[in-house]
């Protein structure tokens, strides 16, 4: 039996982006995950490993894991020949028990490596506009365990060299004993006035930073009602957070935005949103699925010379089609003169994917659009529509009224999701849901079905819906999802411009 491996990797902060190239391809190559409380699941989205929680930081299920029974999890994981990423918030080796871990390994006589990752410290500090060091600031860094009561004797850090240190302190787990660290600090000699900070969920949506003087912290931090995970950060370093805050700017920080596309096509708008500041909440209600029979497209791929125009009216429609081709041992030389219409910018962009220049993309990005944009050039024409099992069918319709022989070819599946993640379902039913993009009038008929009571009284007020088009929007009146905003653009580019728009009345 080939013997496993354990990577123990460095998730970063929170901010999905963080996670190190090396980190990323561990988890692309991994066969199981074991991760922590602190790492955004987000991250699981580049690894098809089976994966295992060790404990949640929030959410009243799931059983936290004693450190013993994770070392033998590793140890049996890899004894079983797998390849097991262990992914810890942060990086492994600062608080994060990391080195007991790879202790057990080397026990048991398991390979493993250490894969590094940025750690609360630098990106919190970072994502707040506070530089850890600075020539004007603090020559030195220390991160320090908050852990510890500073009251007992048996206390492993001795406050008075604390007090005396020439930089920056950063206290890791010391929020729940803020109070009595600000009063050790001060009774070993450091000022009251010296600049203090506390920065909660660093570099994620939720961000938020405290700042005061060191007396004043402990009471200024628990009116504004901060949680775990915080840093606390002392010296006058902080003082920079107020001109050099560039994250907590952000337009949509704080905003939890429910993307409810395609999980496998959510890439974009998780992007997009959390560049933005905002959450993304996955909470898929269809499912983009391959047609079990292709003897009908390939049966059409054989024939293409005999058809004037390909026509996709989505991202998918292009992938599964010219994967087909490449599949069945043609290529896009295949394609020959069949001229190309796409319904918008996205599908433009698949077919550029393929190095495939659209003849035609409509001024507005939807179906009667095309049909009007192609009125004039498919008379008397044939004319593949590559589309999904189900669907609008203006397109077809008024294309043959303009005279053109349609072959409607359907390249994929596209199926009603049977539930929500649990994770989005709590999000609704608790109103934490700021947003949801609404992207096409059968995601909004299956919201409709997925969403339970409670969920929907939030509708309109706390949470509110934002539609892609008018005709999504009348879809969603129809079903009786209230819409609050409907994009302009008709791309989810428009949804969150519209989401921007809202926001900023
Ligand atoms: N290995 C981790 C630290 C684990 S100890 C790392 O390198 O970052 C857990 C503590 O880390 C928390 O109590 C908190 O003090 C800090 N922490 C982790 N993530 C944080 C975040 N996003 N923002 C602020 N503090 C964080």
Same mark, same amino acid.
């Given at each position: ?6 990577? !123990? ?9 963080? !996670?190190?190239? *090396?980190?990323? @391809? ?6 199981e ?6 790492v955004?699941?987000?991250l ?6 089976h994966?295992?929680?060790t ?15 994770i ?6 994981l890899?004894k079983?020949g ?9 990086d ?6 990391g ?7 080397l ?15 630098t990106?919190?500090t970072a ?7 600075? *020539?004007?600031?603090?020559s030195?860094?220390a ?7 500073p ?13 005396r240190?020439p930089?920056?302190?950063v ?13 050790? !600090?001060?009774?070993?000699g450091?000022s ?12 994620t949506?939720?961000?938020r ?5 060191l ?11 901060l949680r775990?995970?915080?840093?606390i ?5 902080v ?6 805050a560039?994250?907590?700017?952000k ?6 935005i429910g ?6 096509q959510?890439?974009?708008q ?6 933005? &500041?905002?959450e993304?909440?996955?909470?898929p209600?269809?499912?983009? @699925?391959p047609?079990?029979d292709?003897?009908?497209?390939? @049966? ?15 991202v998918?429609?292009?992938r ?16 020959g003169?069949i001229k190309?219409? &796409?319904?918008g ?11 495939l ?5 409509p ?11 192609? *009125?004039?050039?498919?008379?008397g024409?044939?004319v ?6 189900r ?8 294309? @043959?009224?303009? &005279?053109?022989?349609v072959?409607e ?6 199926e ?6 649990a994770?989005a ?6 109103g ?5 993009g609404l992207?096409?009038p059968?995601?909004a *008929?299956q ?7 409670d ?9 509110r ?9 009348a879809?969603a ?21 519209a ?6 009345d």
């Amino acid at each position: 039996m080939a013997g496993g491996k354990v990577y !123990l990797v460095g998730a970063g902060p929170g901010d999905p982006g963080l !996670l190190t190239l *090396r980190g990323r @391809e561990c988890l692309i190559r991994a066969d199981e995950v074991v991760y922590d409380g602190l790492v955004n699941p987000l991250l699981l989205r580049l690894t098809k490993a089976h994966a295992i929680r060790t404990s949640r930081v929030d959410g009243p299920e799931g059983r936290r894991l004693d450190q013993d029974e994770i070392n033998a999890m590793l140890v049996s994981l890899a004894k079983a020949g797998k390849r097991v990423v262990r992914l810890k918030g942060g990086d492994p080796f600062i608080f994060g028990r990391g080195a007991e871990e790879a202790e057990a390994l080397l026990q048991a006589g398991i390979e493993f490596e250490v894969v590094p990752g940025v750690t609360a410290a630098t990106a919190a500090t970072a994502y707040a506009g506070i530089s850890l060091t600075h *020539r004007e600031d603090a020559s030195a860094v220390a991160y320090v365990t908050g852990h510890e009561d500073p009251s007992k004797p048996q206390s492993a850090l001795d406050y008075e060299v604390l007090a005396r240190f020439p930089g920056t302190l950063v206290f890791y787990m010391g929020l729940h004993r803020l109070p009595e660290i600000a009063a050790a !600090l001060i009774s070993a000699g450091m000022s009251p006035s010296t600049p203090a900070a506390v920065i909660c969920r660093g570099s994620t949506s939720r961000q938020r930073t405290v700042t005061a003087t060191l007396d004043e912290l402990p009471e200024k931090v628990t009116t504004a009602k901060l949680r775990p995970p915080s840093l606390i950060v002392v010296g006058s370093c902080v003082t920079r957070h107020e001109r050099l805050a560039w994250f907590e700017l952000k337009p949509l920080l704080g905003r939890r935005i429910g993307i409810t596309r395609p999980e496998a096509q959510s890439e974009p708008q998780i992007a997009r949103a959390i560049e933005l &500041g905002a959450e993304p909440v996955l909470m898929p209600t269809i499912r983009i @699925e391959p047609i079990e029979d292709w003897s009908a497209v390939d @049966e059409t791929l054989a024939h293409l010379a005999d058809y004037s125009w390909l026509v996709f009216t989505s991202v998918n429609g292009v992938r599964a089609l010219l994967g087909r081709l490449w599949q069945t041992g043609r290529d896009v030389r295949d394609l020959g003169n069949i001229k190309l219409a &796409g319904i918008g910018p996205s599908t433009a962009e698949a077919l550029v994917e393929y190095h495939l220049r659209a003849d035609v993309i409509p001024e507005e990005y939807r179906a009667e659009a095309l049909a009007e944009e192609l *009125r004039s050039s498919v008379a008397g024409k044939r004319v593949i529509w590559a589309r999904a099992s189900r669907g609008r069918d203006v397109l077809p319709r008024e294309l @043959e009224a303009a &005279g053109a022989e349609v072959h409607e070819l359907t390249v994929y599946r596209n199926e009603d999701a049977e539930s929500l993640p649990a994770t989005a379902t709590a999000a609704l039913e608790a109103g934490e849901l700021d947003w949801i993009g609404l992207s096409s009038p059968s995601i909004a *008929r299956q919201l409709a079905k997925l969403m339970t009571e409670d969920a929907r009284t939030f509708l309109g007020n706390t949470t509110r819906l934002v539609a892609i088009s008018p005709v999504t929007q009348a879809a969603a009146e129809e079903v009786g999802l209230p819409v609050s905003v409907t994009a302009t653009t008709y791309t989810w580019d428009g949804i969150f411009e519209a989401i921007l728009g809202a926001e900023a009345d």
